[in-house]
C-alpha cells in the first residue's frame, strides 16, 4: 500500500475525503518534512520550499512528488531528475486569483483609488485625475494558462492583448504573439508590462535598463512571476528616473524584502508580499489535481496531470 | 442662424472641430450662465447644475438644453416641460469609467489592497487574507447602459448577475431580471448590492433598513447612482453593527460630504468624491452626442438621441 505524506497541515474535511475515497492508499497528515525522513514515504505532498536536496536523500522510496503551488524553481530538480521521480505541480489552480488580483492592481491605479483613500482620512472632497483602461495595450511575458487569463479579461476591457513567449506561438487571450526574441520592438507600445514568467534559464535576467528605457514613461510595470526577472535596481532607477510612472511587484529578488531595499518607499511602486495566488480556495483545487493524479497512480490508467519536466524547469 | 452657447469651458481644438462643421450655427463659448441670460440663446449646453427655474426664466428663446452629464435630477424639469423645451442628455459616455470604477472598488477590496498598502507603509511583509470575486453573485440596481457594462464586466469574472429595475424587464449583461418588487427575497443572495439607479419618485428612499439587515453580512454595499437612494443613517448603522462588511459610496445626500458625517471615518466604508464617471474622454464623448443631435436640428432629418422626458425624470 503506497505510503502518502502531507508536509503541510489540511483541514479535517478533506483529510476525510481522501481517506474515505482512497481505502488503497495509507495517509499520514502529520505536516513535517522531519517526518517525512523517518517514515519514507512513496508520495510527498509539499508546497515544495521545504524539499532539498539533503532531505531528498533521506527519502530512499519517493516515486512521487505533488506540489500543491506552480513554482518549482526551489525543488532539486536534477536530482529529481536522476532518480526518475514523478513531479507534478498545481499549475492552473492560480489563474483565477492571480488574474482577479492583477486587474485589481490596474483598476485600482487607473481610476486612483489609492489617492482617493489618502484624501479620505484627511476628509478631503476633491476630483483625482483618473482615466480608462478601455483602449489601451497590455504585452503580456508568460501567455500560459495565468497570462492567458489575463488577458482574456483585459480584452473584457477593451484592452489589446500582446503575448510574448519563449516561442511566440499563438495563446489564448492574445491578440497578438509575439516571441522573446521581438520585445524590443514591442515595448513602446504597451500601458502595461505584465509578467508571470516562472523562473527558467530563458527568463532569468530576461529585461535590464535598455527594456525599461523602451517602455513609455506612462507604463505599468507588473511583476507577478519571479523576481530574478529583472535586477530590483533596474526597477529602481526606472522608477526614481519616470522612465515608467509605476510598478506593481509581489515577486522580488530576495523574499521576504529586505526592510533596507528602497522599493519600499518609493511612492510610485506599490510592493505585495508574494501573495496574488492566494484564495480560501487554494487548498481545495489542488487537492483535486492530487486527486486526479492519485485515481491514475492507483489504477494504473489514463495519464498525470501537470507533470513537470525536471530539465525544462516547469 | 441658432445660437448656441455653452455654459462650461472646452479645449479650442473642440471649439474649432465645432465652428468648422456648423457654419448654420453660431457658437458663444463665453462660458457662463450670467452671459446666457444677457446672450438669450436657443440651445443651451450645460452640465446641469447652473440651470434652475429662475434662470430658465432669464431665456425666453431656448428651445434645447443639452446636459452634458446623465443626471438631469438638478434640472428644472416642470418648468422645462411646460414650455416644451427639448432636453437631451450625455447618458452612455459614463458607461466606461464607471463600471471600471465599480470593478476596481469590488476587486481592490476583494484582493485586500488597502490591506496591503498600510503594510507596505510599515515595510510588513505579511500574507493578507483575500478571496475570489468568482463565483460570486451581485445585484445590480438600475441596469441600463450603465448598469449593463458593470454586468458584462462581472459576467467575464464568473460572477452570477441580477438586473433590478422598476419594470423587471429582461436587460443586456444580467444572468437574471427582478423588479424592484421583488428585491426582498434577492437580497441574501447577494455578495455585492450595486447601485447606479438616477434619481426619480421611484428610486428615492427606495432602500431602509430593513433592506439592510437582508443582506449577507459578508455583503458589499456600493452606491454610484444618487444619494437619495437611502438614508445615510441606515448605511451608518449597518455599517456600525456589521449587518454588511462594507460600503463603497460615490454619492450622499450632501455633497461633498460634511466633515462631520461619520462615514468619512468608519473603517469599513470607502468614500469617493462622486468621480466614478470622470475620464479624460468625458468632453469629448459628450460632444459626439451633441453634434449628432445638432445634425438633427439642423435638417430636420433623423431622431435625436438621449431624448430626457422631463414627466419620467430620466
Chains 1, 2 share one sequence.
Request: glycine share 8%.
Amino acid at each position: 500500500m503506497p505510503k502518502v505524506l502531507f508536509t503541510f497541515p489540511i483541514k479535517e474535511q478533506f483529510r476525510n475525503e481522501l481517506e474515505k475515497e482512497f481505502s488503497e492508499a495509507e495517509f499520514d497528515f502529520s505536516g513535517t518534512m522531519e517526518n517525512a525522513e523517518r517514515k519514507h514515504p512513496d508520495i510527498l505532498v509539499t508546497y515544495g520550499s521545504d524539499l532539498d536536496a539533503a532531505s531528498l536523500g533521506g527519502l530512499p522510496d519517493l516515486k512521487w512528488v505533488m506540489v500543491a503551488s506552480a513554482g518549482v524553481d526551489q525543488l532539486p530538480l536534477k536530482e529529481l531528475g536522476e532518480r526518475d521521480i514523478l513531479v507534478t505541480n498545481s499549475s492552473g489552480i492560480h489563474k483565477t486569483p492571480m488574474a482577479e488580483t492583477v486587474l485589481a492592481h490596474i483598476l485600482s491605479l487607473k481610476r486612483a483609488l489609492p489617492q482617493l483613500r489618502e484624501q479620505q482620512k484627511q476628509k478631503v472632497w476633491e476630483k483625482v485625475k483618473s482615466g480608462e483602461l478601455k483602449g489601451s495595450t497590455a504585452l503580456i511575458l508568460g501567455p500560459g494558462s495565468i497570462g492567458g487569463e489575463i488577458g482574456r479579461l483585459l480584452q473584457a476591457f477593451g484592452v489589446r492583448t500582446i503575448g510574448c513567449s519563449r516561442s511566440g506561438s499563438t495563446h489564448d487571450g492574445m491578440h497578438e504573439d509575439i516571441s522573446f526574441d521581438c520585445i524590443d520592438e514591442h515595448l513602446p507600445e504597451a500601458d502595461y508590462v505584465i509578467s508571470v514568467l516562472p523562473s527558467t534559464p530563458e527568463t532569468r535576467w530576461l529585461l535590464n535598463e535598455e527594456h525599461f528605457k523602451r517602455m513609455k514613461n506612462t507604463a505599468v510595470f507588473l511583476n507577478f512571476g519571479r523576481g530574478d526577472l529583472v535586477k530590483e535596481e533596474v526597477i529602481i532607477e526606472a522608477l526614481k528616473n519616470k522612465e515608467i510612472a509605476q510598478a506593481v511587484l509581489d515577486v522580488f529578488e530576495q523574499e521576504p524584502l529586505p526592510e533596507t531595499n528602497p522599493l519600499w518607499k518609493l511612492e510610485n511602486c506599490t510592493v505585495s508580499p508574494h501573495v496574488s495566488a492566494l484564495s480560501a480556495k487554494y487548498v481545495e483545487r489542488a487537492l483535486e489535481i492530487f486527486k486526479e493524479n492519485l485515481r491514475v497512480w492507483l489504477s494504473s490508467e489514463g495519464s498525470y496531470k501537470n507533470i513537470v519536466e525536471p530539465d525544462r524547469g516547469y
